[in-house]
């Protein structure tokens, strides 16, 4: 499956399609990814393909490029300082130093946030995810076969896809990912759930404003609002919306198009109770969503226990 840093997202809806609709009984969607093949310019130029060629890629930008723009517009609309986005990246790293598979196990302090050396003003390498290598696998069959196969099957009850343009400046809003919230909205429904009803989000974390802004699409916070959400006793752990559980893109590391695959493995050790020290207490239903980019397509998955 091919798209961007949405396509384990994407292959996992594909191998669920298909067993959903009687094509196949047993799927395996296998994500596998080594970015660290290629460095330097060359590594960003592959990374920066899941932006507009004409009017992104090829006047020299970025995904952290696009993302600073994206992080300054939204500061001066909504009078945030960098600071504020601190508590995302904190939380990542505190998930991230107790999962033994994450790229950085280092916890971070909210005052060394704003000190990080700037990747794309005001993005630095503290609010950006590290590319690394990685690879995750799932096995998808049907309900019947499932329970015979493991003790704790976790359902798929929620699966949306969706897309909007690539070029950030043809989006009607450039501050509200409509793909991520419209693919949210149909996994819901499809879910039978609210916002309010999840237990945990593997949101892609890739910077913190992508953070800020799945939250809002999502539902999870009002528009400007989603930074608020940047406390411990909110997305901890032990918080009302756990995220980056096992140290999300930030810490564990973004394995690019495998990420998805990487986000839905974990989700699942969450709702088997076999998270370890990452462990959500009582979590029974999980949000995992995937963004290509700057958020041109967005795959929302809801799984829930058996």
Do not use: C, W
């Not at 409509?178 to 949210?184: C, D, I, W």
């Amino acid at each position: 499956m091919e798209a961007g840093d949405a396509s384990g997202g994407a292959a996992l809806r594909q191998a669920y399609i298909a067993v959903a609709g009687g094509l196949a009984e047993v799927a395996m969607v296998l994500g596998v990814e080594k970015p660290t093949d290629i460095v330097g310019h060359e590594r960003t130029s592959a990374f920066a393909y899941v932006l507009d060629a004409e009017l992104e890629a090829e006047l020299g930008a970025t995904p952290a490029a696009m993302a600073g723009l994206l992080m300054r517009r939204y500061m001066h609309e909504y009078g945030y300082e960098l600071a504020d986005f601190g508590g995302f990246s904190v939380n990542a790293h505190a998930n991230g130093a107790r999962n033994q598979l994450a790229m950085y196990r280092n916890t971070l302090r909210a005052e060394k946030f704003t000190r990080a050396p700037v990747v794309a003003d005001p993005v630095s390498l503290f609010d950006a995810a590290p590319e690394g290598d990685g690879a995750a696998a799932l096995i998808i069959t049907t309900t019947e076969r499932a329970r015979d196969m493991v003790s704790s099957p976790v359902a798929i009850t929620g699966s949306a896809l969706a897309t909007d343009f690539l070029a950030v400046q043809n989006r009607r809003d450039p501050l509200f990912l409509s793909a991520a919230a419209e693919s949210a909205s149909k996994a819901y429904q499809q879910a039978g759930i609210a916002p309010d009803d999840v237990d945990l989000f593997e949101v892609h974390d890739s910077f913190t404003i992508m953070t800020t802004l799945a939250l809002e699409a999502a539902g999870f916070a009002e528009r400007g609002q989603g930074v608020a959400l940047a406390q411990e006793d909110v997305i901890g752990l032990a918080g009302s919306l756990p995220l980056a559980t096992f140290g999300g893109l930030k810490a564990r590391g973004h394995a690019g198009g495998a990420t998805g695959v990487l986000q839905t493995v974990e989700a699942v050790l969450q709702l088997r109770g076999a998270a370890g020290e990452n462990q959500v207490p009582g979590a029974r239903t999980a949000m995992v969503q995937g963004l290509a980019g700057t958020g041109a397509t967005a795959v929302t998955h809801i799984l829930q226990t058996i």
